[in-house]
């Protein structure tokens, strides 16, 4: 159970209406979430973000271009029990035939969650919220 | 219930209809009669017929049943609780009554009435005769004299140790080089005695070897510095004047051997005497001579009596009395299912034997002598195979193309397969090509290019309970994927532990078949245990996670083998855990260098070594609770956790622990966690070493290393143990010449002692084997694997921790403490790490858009703290 403050800094938008900055892709670890506050039009909430490597790590003179990430947004609450910490959990990935599905596993109790769709790999009733990310110019927008 | 009668009931006032409990009366509580009425009160779950039954059992021994297999382990530090068998709470469940320190003097078996010792009387509807063997002591003149004792109870262990104490006491004697002879000089052995053994025979384990087996077995015995004298006859034992205490054996031929304890072990004699006082048929070499049902005879009609059995050491089967606990599980389990209304027999049992004997391996089965003792008869044919420089002996022998039986000493592989041929569940001729000649052969000097030859299902696997190949199969199949599991299941290997490499190895084969991780592959990135990818990372020096997964892994990996590899460089002294790629490794908590609560905020733990704290730093931790309005509590590990703090939060709050002298306590970390102590000789009047100062050092020197699951330790400084430390993954007790370590101890879900290690250490001697030990269990466990279950599965157990870790028997000791010595020069705390760098502090922020903004959990106050609303 979270109730977030109200005040919100001021957020850049594009012109595209419906998107929203809401970080640089330097302020992105790679393999690891960080949390960010978005505005919705019902209120503020908080967000997981993930920029993930290639499932297949290949190195190219040690560094990975930019333009190979994939970037994911769910939502950062657990549906378990309401803390806002998904952006704190463990990424992963599993096959599923030929498919290779990014994941993230609850900080908490470790549930799994399909970082494109939101669905939870080991409990069928439970699912995130998924945002659609678009990345321009190394700024990272969500459309809300 | 063992005051109602219902016997006395009148027949007018019984209702007609119901069933009265049937009475059963159980004399003896050794290994077998605790057995029996376990099977009598667990089959009821199994079958719903079956009457209602009233046990009582009838203790001579003064405590509850104990393994007597495992007698000489009271001196390598089990103690009693861990030797006693069963469970009192199911028994008590279960309505059974139990009477200790008291005989059964005498039984009418017309009235259905047995007399006890203390005058007592009781009626039963069904007698089991349980009462065991008595040791057997040669009539010698002397054999009373103070200083001679017997092998066989908790209380002769206990007098044996009591008299070895005394300073003048340094030789000790063991009559009998049998099984349990040799057994009881390991006893002796272990008190630090020299010791010899003595043996009428011209053979060690004269019923089970033959001459070139015994040879072989003795260059083992004496390289332990056990004597062993053969052929000795002893003619009477020496001492001062007539009862003084005794002084050396004398033979018929006037050798002679000092020695201040004797302790004889030269064969048991079964107790019948109460079976013969009832009338009861008696065997020709003693035992109460029972029929296939178990069910005794009437010593003049020769009819059976119903309404008695007998299973044990007491039994008399075909002519046999079998002195193994294996075949008196098995007649255990028949009496008890006869008397449940099931159909049971009892046809003989297997007399193979397997086991390590003073760390010597040595087994026998089938009909490994014949009659003519150890010569080879006419129509035998043998294989053989000696190695006397490996102190190896290894003979099957075949009479018309049967395999009859064999001995082997110093290495047993092949040997279920032998034992399978001589019981007749398996022909020779599913045997490959080489046969029987290549198997004789140690299968180690072959490796991959011995014969590989399938065990039949019907082939027992655990001999002391009974259970088959078939039955362990089964039981993986629908689910036992583990041996924890397994052996709960099944019971195989919870006797002399004999068969457990044999079940490591059928378990692994099956869960392969089944296609379930039988190699504990660490997850489907890695086709490798953590054991291997320890080696790995350690051999190539990798220090980054990408090296590492794509050298040796697929994908992205996972929440498994992430923190696992993260955990391998940590304790690899692999710099900052947050740093570089390694950040994303980090499980939950240590990703935070906090501990994640349930609602999303955080505990903070200091270090407080040893769990000595000065006033001003109590206060300091008081001021850091009240100013953060942090939840306060005093844990178990003697040190102080403030809950309910956010992230953004932290370093505001270390920064203030920083200040106050104190560090990061790694509460986070699967890693050492505290050294507890008592205070020891500074104050106590009891303490014998400074603990206090002991357990600072210790803490020190182990914080933050990072190992596959937390680790526990204490040091007490006296041996009334006040740190607890026998539950700990090391725990050390002073004792007046020194340390005494302890490894392997764990609390949690399944707790278990910490089992005995070596004694009276110096400071050094105990940090050494402590730095060796702790690199060599990181080095090799499993992911998430305690120390506990670690040592249990660890082949060889103690003798072989011992001999890696104090004779360095795999010669890795050097490495392993440079491996310490390296985490002791480069470690630094982690929160201090993390404030001296902006960097780092960047982290500690809940939304990187919005560095000012926080989730707001919610609070309720309870007993004037705050703590998360549910």
């Known amino acids: 159970m979270t109730h977030l403050d109200s005040a919100f800094p001021e957020t850049e938008r594009l012109h595209q209406p419906g998107l929203i900055e809401v970080a640089n892709i330097v302020q992105l670890p790679l393999d690891r979430g960080v949390a960010v506050l978005v505005p919705f039009s019902d209120g503020q909430r908080p967000v997981a973000l993930f920029k993930l490597a290639p499932a297949r790590l290949d190195l190219i003179d040690g560094e990975v271009a930019n333009a190979d990430f994939e970037v994911f947004a769910v939502g950062h609450i657990d549906p378990v029990n309401g803390a806002p910490v998904m952006a704190r959990g463990l990424v992963g990935s599993i096959e599923r035939g030929d498919e290779i599905v990014s994941t993230v596993a609850s900080p908490l109790l470790k549930q799994r969650y399909d970082l494109r769709t939101g669905a939870c790999l080991d409990d069928e009733e439970l699912r995130l919220p998924t945002y659609p990310v678009t990345v321009g110019d190394d700024r990272v927008f969500l459309e809300v | ?870």
């Not at chain 2, 030797?83 to 309505?95: F, H, N, Y």
């Not at chain 2, 009240?626 to 270390?654: C, M, S």
């Open chain 2, 1 to 870: 219930m063992p005051d109602d009668d219902p016997q006395d009931t009148p027949s007018a006032e019984r209702p007609p209809t119901v069933e009265l409990p049937l009475r059963v009366l159980v004399v003896g509580n050794g290994m077998v009669g605790q057995r029996f009425v376990d099977e009598l009160i667990e089959r009821p779950d199994q079958t719903d017929s079956g009457p209602d039954l009233a046990v009582t059992v009838i203790s001579a021994e003064p405590v509850p049943a104990y393994d007597r297999v495992a007698l000489s382990t009271y001196f390598d530090g089990a103690s009693r609780d861990d030797l006693t068998l069963g469970d009192p709470k199911r028994w008590d469940d279960a309505g059974v009554s139990v009477r200790y320190g008291v005989e059964v003097a005498s039984v009418d078996r017309g009235a259905r009435i047995a007399q006890l010792s203390d005058g007592d009387a009781i009626s039963y509807d069904h007698l089991v005769l349980a009462t065991g063997s008595a040791p057997f002591v040669p009539p010698i003149p002397g054999h009373d004299r103070p200083g001679c004792f017997e092998y066989r109870t908790l209380e002769d262990l206990d007098a044996i140790r009591q008299w070895a104490s005394q300073e003048q006491v340094m030789t000790g004697v063991v009559v009998g080089g049998g099984l349990l002879g040799l057994e009881a000089a390991n006893a002796l052995k272990n008190l630090g005695l020299e010791t010899h053994v003595v043996e009428m025979a011209d053979r060690l384990m004269p019923q089970q070897l033959d001459g070139p087996a015994s040879t072989m077995l003795r260059r083992w015995v004496e390289d332990l510095n056990v004597r062993c004298h053969l052929g000795f006859a002893t003619d009477h034992l020496d001492g001062e004047g007539d009862g003084g205490p005794v002084s050396g054996l004398v033979t018929k031929t006037g050798e002679s051997l000092d020695a201040q304890i004797v302790v004889f072990s030269a064969g048991i004699r079964p107790r019948h005497q109460l079976a013969e006082a009832a009338g009861l048929a008696i065997g020709e070499r003693g035992g109460v001579i029972i029929d296939d049902a178990c069910l005794a005879l009437d010593a003049e009609t020769g009819e059976v009596d119903p309404t008695v059995s007998a299973i044990g050491e007491v039994a008399c089967h075909a002519g046999r009395v079998y002195g193994l606990v294996g075949p008196g599980y098995s007649m255990a389990a028949t009496a008890a299912a006869r008397l449940l209304g099931a159909t049971s027999s009892f046809e003989g049992a297997d007399t193979s034997t397997k086991l390590k004997l003073l760390g010597v391996d040595v087994a026998s089965f089938g009909v490994a002598l014949n009659t003519g003792g150890s010569d080879i008869a006419e129509d035998e044919d043998r294989f053989e195979y000696t190695d006397p420089a490996a102190g190896i002996h290894r003979r099957v022998s075949t009479v018309g193309g049967r395999v009859t039986g064999g001995v082997l000493v110093g290495d047993l592989s092949n040997y279920d397969i032998f034992h399978a041929l001589s019981a007749a569940t398996m022909e020779l001729d599913a045997l490959g090509p080489g046969g029987l000649a290549s198997l004789i052969i140690p299968s180690d000097l072959f490796g991959s290019a011995s014969p590989s030859v399938e065990l039949p299902d019907s082939a027992l696997l655990c001999s002391c309970n009974n259970v088959s190949r078939g039955d362990c199969k089964a039981a993986i199949a629908e689910g036992s994927h583990d041996l924890g599991a397994l052996k709960a299941c099944t019971d195989a290997g919870t006797g002399c532990g004999g068969c457990m490499p044999d079940l490591s190895k059928l378990l692994f084969a099956q869960l392969d078949a089944l296609g379930v991780d039988a190699k504990r592959n660490l997850c489907s990135h890695f086709d490798f245990t953590r054991q291997e990818l320890f080696d790995l990372i350690r051999f190539n020096q990798y220090s980054s996670w990408a090296e590492v997964v794509s050298a040796h892994g697929r994908g992205r990996g996972c929440e498994i083998c992430r923190p696992t590899v993260g955990s391998i460089l940590a304790s690899l002294s692999n710099g900052y855990i947050l740093d570089g790629d390694q950040r994303a490794l980090q499980d939950t908590n240590d990703h935070s260098l906090a501990n994640m609560q349930r609602n999303g905020t955080y505990s903070v733990v200091p270090r407080v070594p040893g769990g000595e704290i000065t006033p001003d730093q109590l206060i300091a931790l008081g001021e850091i609770g009240r100013d953060f309005n942090l939840y306060t509590k005093i844990t178990g590990a003697q040190r102080v956790d403030l809950f309910g703090a956010q992230l953004h939060e932290l370093p505001k709050i270390w920064q203030r622990v920083l200040d106050a002298g104190l560090e990061s306590g790694h509460a986070y970390g699967k890693a050492l966690r505290t050294v507890k102590s008592c205070v020891g000789d500074t104050w106590c009047r009891y303490g014998v070493q400074d603990s206090v100062t002991m357990a600072i050092e210790l803490e020190k020197r182990y914080r933050g290393l990072r190992s596959p699951h937390k680790l526990k330790s204490a040091v007490s400084g006296c041996t009334r143990e006040c740190a607890e430390a026998q539950s700990k993954d090391f725990g050390v007790i002073a004792t007046e010449n020194g340390w005494n370590l302890y490894l392997c101890g764990n609390g949690g879900r399944t707790p278990r002692h910490a089992e005995l290690f070596a004694v009276d250490l110096s400071d050094e001697q105990l940090i050494t084997y402590i730095d060796r030990f702790l690199m060599f269990y990181i080095r090799t466990a499993d992911r998430l694997q305690r120390t506990a279950p670690w040592f249990e599965e660890l082949e060889g157990g103690m003798e072989y921790l011992r001999s890696v870790i104090i004779e360095d028997s795999l010669g890795i000791a050097a490495e392993l403490e440079a491996d310490m010595a390296r985490h002791v020069e480069t470690y630094e705390c982690e929160w201090k790490a993390t404030l001296e760098s902006p960097e780092r502090l960047e982290h500690f922020v809940e939304f990187v858009n919005a560095p000012d903004q926080h989730s707001t959990p919610v609070w309720i106050t309870e007993r004037g703290q705050r703590i998360p609303a549910q």
